[in-house]
């Protein structure tokens, strides 16, 4: 490695993140402690990352607050039964410091079926996340402390098509309208951009799952607070799967980074702060909703965002069978997906791609870019990224990394691209003085975070597309749950040849009710392209391009002076190297369907 | 002076030779479409280059796809219910259409995109009726006859059928011309109020071509710029993406895409056709593992593209 690059690597260590303290974020009313049957762990949990960054899902407004949010008539109310039935690395997501993939492979299929019935039990539901989460808070704020010492153990399931043909019969198999699921990840990798040469690390036939011959028919996802209550699971459930004939194809870990980095992907960025808001309630009480609200209702977009930059996405966008987002006007919903099987509504696609980063070759890479333009490797990775190393984004802080910023939920994603960002109205929000950072000024040029800049080609926000006005872009998003992996070398001064060399990267998991007009069109479309949704490159993060061979790829960047400078990418910086499509199927359905045959 | 000084052909084509008075009247048709200044949203306008002193301080390309966006949000859940309807051209809404050549088994040999406008080929066949008729045979068919091609009073009709049920030379789509995609550059924000893209919704026209032109243009006016047509103006096929299409083989398939006006990059007429020697067919290919049975799966891999200059000093 260069000096320079290990230099701005180790020096990632100092990121610091100043988080919002002595806010009283909207507290819980109800009884979450009693529902929630789980005591309060002595240990420490570890959720508060979550919580912190904004993952506040499944608080209560405050009672008597002075102004309110906005809830669309529409939305819809999940009552006790669907609220239990949906999984919840779903709705609202894991998001646990601590995770395990395993990708698992059945042998007969009546041994499949019972695994799957004695699985069902342990999956979690939508509403014990939910609750947990707001129990969390409330303790927090009830002790004063960050880390309350809650911890849960939390387990997700889906299966690739083969699997549900298996286990459901091909007629309800075929009921599936979803042909990149019923493709498989592997048939549509190079339409992903991925490499045709079978020799490529990156070539399906050299994934350390998901290839061709290596398909799993099972994934399952154990997500913990606790390292040890985590391998207890993992233990578990294997032992069980081994009894029914089911092996283990392949095992990932999963764990954040720690210290400054924590939540951080292996690059050294701030990861998870922008998620779509799902909308809906449960039926619990009129402000339980899934997504809080933090918009008050005379804010001028107080109908489409949940909090600044946060947009209120309807959730059969998630969830076969629910209302969806329709293709004009955020705020009516659109009919249903149909083409599935009865029992699979309110379930999810998912979406797993485990990518391999190059971390050294990314940061020498972005030395050499900087020395080329005449500015720091930190400040041109944040250019690539579209957000400083502590996730403050450049629309609000273009020339230094500001640790306020990112700290502050309810500015760190407040910002448009091609227009002035005005402030938001917010509901009252104790000890909370304001988004007093510097707003974003217009950037239609990218001049400030150039078109191709990751966060900026993957959700273009405020802007046109090639594809539509904003409204159509509500229609690409996706609920991103991926967790990186391997050991860390952001933040490391002086690695060790091992370290530099070694095996990271992310393990890239997200739900869906349509693989093809998300995942597959935000990657293909969008990442991918060099002209699509603005000219101005590919996405140097994930945008792979294989022109009957030949990968490499260009960038856009703006100059000080105006200019425009083309940066030549030569190599791969993130490799994918396993992974699937499956069916997150709701918990009924494991239950019934799913076990019964 | 004024920036343009005289409106060029689509592509700069030179269908005839210099001194002809085509050139002449295509600049006059540009013009009679283009108003002298139109503010579309806050203060900046769109205003006709051919009137107007310029300093152009940026360029833009305006970028959407060539399938029907329309017909894939009509059927979300069946996009073979959508690309089966995308065959007939008067879906063929987003400013590329394109003619499907099949073998006598209905397998696709050939597909035939345009993007270019009724208007250039009746400004065309009024003063070069005879060099009208021999670009038909050279992209179409030799076997074309100017009876074919001319009604008995001498009028070039569009509809005829080596623009149609035969071949492809350009626009048939009621609502794909220079006329409209300059009208749809000029039209007003709605609520006259927005501040954002967000502000401009609910958007009510589908497809994705009016959608980037008009939120990329009313952006453009808010900022207080000026903004217009690059010279030439007209739609243009920028790109397209064939990575993950295979052959029979389930190899990558090779460079099948022949531009025949135009240029790589700008090309106004594509044809995508497998040379002999390769051994297989246009349906035989697949495309991220789906065999290719419409040309609309193929026109959804097409990215199209019209250019505008920014004048940021005046407004
Ligand atoms: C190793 C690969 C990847 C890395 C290092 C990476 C990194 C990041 C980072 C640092 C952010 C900013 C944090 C945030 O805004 O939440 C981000 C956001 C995002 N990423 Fe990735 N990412 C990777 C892969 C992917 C893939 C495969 C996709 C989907 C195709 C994706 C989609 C997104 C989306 C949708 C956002 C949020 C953008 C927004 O709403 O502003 N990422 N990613």
Redesign the interface.
């Known amino acids: 490695m260069n000096s320079d690059a290990a230099i701005a690597l180790a020096a990632l260590a100092e990121t610091q993140t100043a988080l919002l303290s002595g806010v009283e974020l909207p507290a819980s009313s109800g009884d979450a402690a009693a529902r929630l049957g789980r005591a309060a762990a002595e240990t420490v949990g570890a959720e508060a990352v979550a919580a912190e960054s904004g993952e506040v899902t499944g608080d209560q407004m405050p009672a008597g607050s002075g102004r309110t949010p906005q809830a669309l008539a529409d939305e819809p109310v999940y009552d006790a039964d669907a609220a239990a039935d949906i999984q919840g690395n779903i709705v609202p997501g894991f998001n646990k410091d601590h995770q395990h993939f395993l990708f698992l492979r059945f042998g007969s299929i009546d041994g499949a079926r019972e695994w799957v019935g004695w699985l069902a039990p342990r999956i979690t539901a939508m509403d014990e996340v939910l609750d947990f989460r707001r129990e969390f808070r409330a303790l927090r704020l009830r002790l004063g402390v960050r880390e309350p010492g809650l911890s849960a153990t939390w387990t997700a399931v889906a299966f690739s098509f083969p699997a549900i043909a298996a286990l459901a019969g091909h007629t309800d198999a075929r009921a599936f309208g979803e042909q990149s699921f019923r493709q498989g990840l592997a048939e549509r990798s190079t339409y992903l951009g991925d490499p045709t040469d079978p020799d490529h690390r990156g070539h399906r036939a050299n994934w350390v799952v998901g290839g061709p011959d290596n398909e799993a028919d099972a994934l399952v996802i154990v997500a913990a607070d606790d390292p040890n209550d985590l391998d207890a699971m993992v233990d578990e459930i294997l032992d069980h799967a081994s009894a029914h004939g089911i092996t283990l194809l392949f095992g990932q870990r999963g764990d954040t980074l720690p210290g400054n980095l924590q939540g951080h992907e292996h690059f050294g960025f701030k990861d998870g702060i922008s998620q779509p808001g799902v909308r809906g309630r449960r039926a619990t009480s009129p402000d339980d909703h899934l997504t809080p609200r933090f918009l008050d209702a005379d804010d001028p977009h107080a109908e489409l965002f949940a909090k600044p930059g946060q947009p209120l996405v309807w959730p059969g966008q998630f969830l076969l069978g629910e209302l969806r987002q329709h293709h004009q006007d955020p705020t009516i919903p659109a009919a249903p997906a149909s083409a599935f099987p009865d029992w699979a509504r309110r379930g999810s696609y998912l979406v797993c791609r485990r990518l391999h980063q190059d971390v050294v070759g990314f940061w020498e890479m972005a030395t050499a870019a900087a020395a080329a333009m005449g500015t720091t490797p930190v400040r041109l990775a944040s250019m690539l990224v579209g957000r400083w190393p502590s996730g403050a984004p450049l629309m609000r802080s273009p020339d230094a990394d500001d640790a306020a910023l990112a700290g502050d939920e309810f500015a760190n994603n407040h910002f448009l691209f091609d227009d002035e960002t005005r402030p938001s109205a917010l509901v009252d929000l104790p000890g909370y003085p304001g988004d007093t950072h510097r707003p974003a000024t217009e950037d239609l040029l990218g001049k400030v975070c150039p078109f191709a800049a990751h966060i900026r080609k993957v959700n273009s926000r405020d802007s046109g597309t090639d594809f539509g006005a904003p409204a159509d872009t509500f229609l690409r998003l996706m609920l991103r749950r991926g967790i990186p992996y391997g050991e860390p070398i952001a933040g490391i001064a002086d690695p060790s040849p091992e370290l530099e060399t070694g095996e990271r990267g992310l393990l890239f998991a997200a739900y869906m009710a349509s693989i093809e007009d998300q995942f597959e069109f935000v990657t293909r479309r969008w990442a991918n392209s060099p002209v699509q949704p603005n000219v101005g490159g590919v996405d140097p993060i994930i945008g792979q391009r294989d022109v009957r061979g030949d990968r490499r790829r260009t960038v856009d960047l703006p100059a000080a002076d105006g200019s425009t400078t083309t940066i030549e990418l030569q190599e791969d910086l993130v490799t994918p190297t396993g992974g699937g499509y499956f069916f997150a199927p709701p918990i009924s359905a494991l239950r019934g369907t799913l076990a019964a045959g | 002076m004024s920036l343009v000084g005289r409106f060029d052909t689509p592509g700069s084509l030179r269908d005839v030779p210099a001194g002809s008075p085509l050139y002449d009247r295509w600049h006059a048709t540009i013009g009679a479409l283009i108003a002298p200044s139109t503010p579309l949203s806050g203060p900046g306008a769109y205003v006709d280059p051919s009137e107007r002193d310029l300093d152009v301080t940026?360029t833009?390309?305006y970028?959407?796809?060539g399938f029907s966006?329309p017909l894939l949000?009509k059927h979300?859940?069946?996009?073979d219910a959508a690309f089966a309807e995308g065959e007939d051209r008067s879906t063929q809404i987003e400013y590329l259409e394109w003619h499907v050549a099949r073998d006598p088994s209905g397998v696709i040999v050939r597909v035939t995109f345009t993007t270019e406008t009724p208007e250039y080929w009746k400004a065309l066949a009024a003063v070069a009726p005879n060099r009208v008729v021999a670009l038909y045979r050279e992209l179409v068919d030799p076997a074309v006859r100017s009876k074919d091609l001319f009604k008995a009073n001498g009028r070039y009709d569009p509809l005829n059928r080596w623009n149609t049920t035969h071949g492809i030379v350009h626009y048939i789509m009621p609502i794909n011309s220079m006329r409209d995609l300059l009208g749809v550059s000029q039209e007003v924000e709605r609520t006259g109020a927005a501040?954002?893209?967000?502000?401009?919704?609910?958007?009510?026209r589908?497809t994705?071509a009016d959608?980037?032109i008009?939120?990329?243009l009313w952006?453009?006016n808010?900022?207080g710029y000026a903004v217009a047509t690059a010279d030439p103006p007209g739609p243009l096929i920028?790109?397209w993406?064939d990575?993950?299409w295979?052959d029979p083989a389930g190899?990558?398939v090779?460079?099948h895409w022949r531009v025949v006006r135009g240029v790589r990059g700008a090309a106004l007429r594509v044809v995508y056709e497998v040379p002999p020697a390769a051994g297989y067919r246009v349906g035989d290919i697949r495309?991220?593992?789906?065999p290719i049975a419409f040309g609309g799966q193929l026109a959804e891999h097409v990215?199209m593209?019209a250019h505008g200059v920014?004048d940021r000093g005046a407004s």
């Open positions: 940026a833009r390309a970028t959407w796809t966006r949000m979300r859940d069946d996009r501040l954002d893209g967000y502000g401009a919704l609910p958007y009510g589908e994705g959608a980037r008009n939120l990329d952006s453009i808010r900022k920028i790109d993406d990575s993950g295979t190899e990558p090779g460079d495309i991220g593992g789906r990215i593209s920014i």
